[in-house]
């Protein structure tokens, strides 16, 4: 899978199916299911370190779960995240996304509206996917975990930083929890590729986190959350029923949105 690929599908309206990943053996198991994109999250310093956020995840951190990923899969595309701290000004961010392409990542995601970095990593010829909307890295500032851009003025601001971050040169757009008339409208009026968690059936693909789409973790889990293994009688199928239902567009539905 390479990036022209992701794009000719954003053009033909093929859905794209990404999901988190940690590790060597999940990666296998979602190329297997037909996975377009393994996204190595911060969100493993809640579900393979025990943190409540995403904070205290570290590069070095994110530089050994992505080498694992990367040894496990041979054909999917392979985001990394940029995590909390590591990108705090451009030249930081060139630095920390190198050290994740050098170990298999073909392209960074950072949190927030960060142009100038998105502009000189694109620059050096890393691909990067921008993160909008509930963005975890600043679940302080927003407190806590709430959806976003639901007035007029921050869904104008959600708006505004997706198109100064297209042109920054971003080609991907993780939207977390935003209103689907919102992510919709983003996913026309931009060229990159939109990916929902939480935003509605309208983007051009769809995440989840592996732990909550597998029903790991016990409590209520949040409303943009299927449990694929609910009716599966493996990993695999589940997996393969998670690709299959955000390809054909019954994942997801109005129940799972904002
Ligand atoms: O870290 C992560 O898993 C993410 C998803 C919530 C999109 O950024």
């Avoid at 990923?69 to 940029?82: E, H, N, P, R, T």
């Amino acid at each position: 899978m390479k990036l022209a690929d992701l794009l000719a599908m954003k053009t033909r309206g093929e859905k794209i199916a990404v999901l988190t990943c940690y590790d060597a053996s999940f990666a296998t198991l979602c190329e297997n299911a037909g996975m377009d994109v393994l996204l190595v999250g911060d969100s493993l310093g809640m579900a393979l370190q025990g943190a409540k956020d995403t904070l205290g995840v570290t590069l070095t951190d994110m530089v050994y779960h992505t080498r694992l990923v990367s040894a496990g899969a041979k054909q999917c595309y392979i985001v990394a995240d940029l995590p909390y701290g590591s990108d705090a000004t451009p030249a930081l961010a060139l630095n920390s996304a190198r050290a994740l392409v050098e170990v298999g990542a073909h392209m960074v995601k950072l949190e927030g509206n960060k142009t100038d970095a998105v502009r000189l990593l694109v620059g050096n010829g890393i691909p990067v996917c921008a993160h909008l909307g509930f963005t975890p890295q600043s679940v302080h500032e927003l407190g806590g975990y709430k959806v976003q851009g639901r007035d007029a003025e921050s869904a104008r601001k959600i708006l505004d930083d997706a198109i100064a971050l297209e042109w920054a040169g971003a080609a991907m757009l993780v939207l977390e929890m935003v209103p689907a008339a919102l992510a919709a409208r983003i996913s026309h009026e931009t060229s990159m590729m939109t990916i929902g968690i939480g935003a509605g059936p309208s983007c051009n693909g769809q995440v989840l986190v592996l732990h909550d789409m597998l029903g790991i973790y016990p409590g209520k889990s949040p409303r943009f959350v299927r449990n694929f293994m609910a009716g599966a009688d493996s990993i695999q199928m589940a997996v393969s029923n998670y690709v299959r239902a955000v390809k054909n567009g019954t994942f997801p539905t109005a129940e799972h949105s904002f």
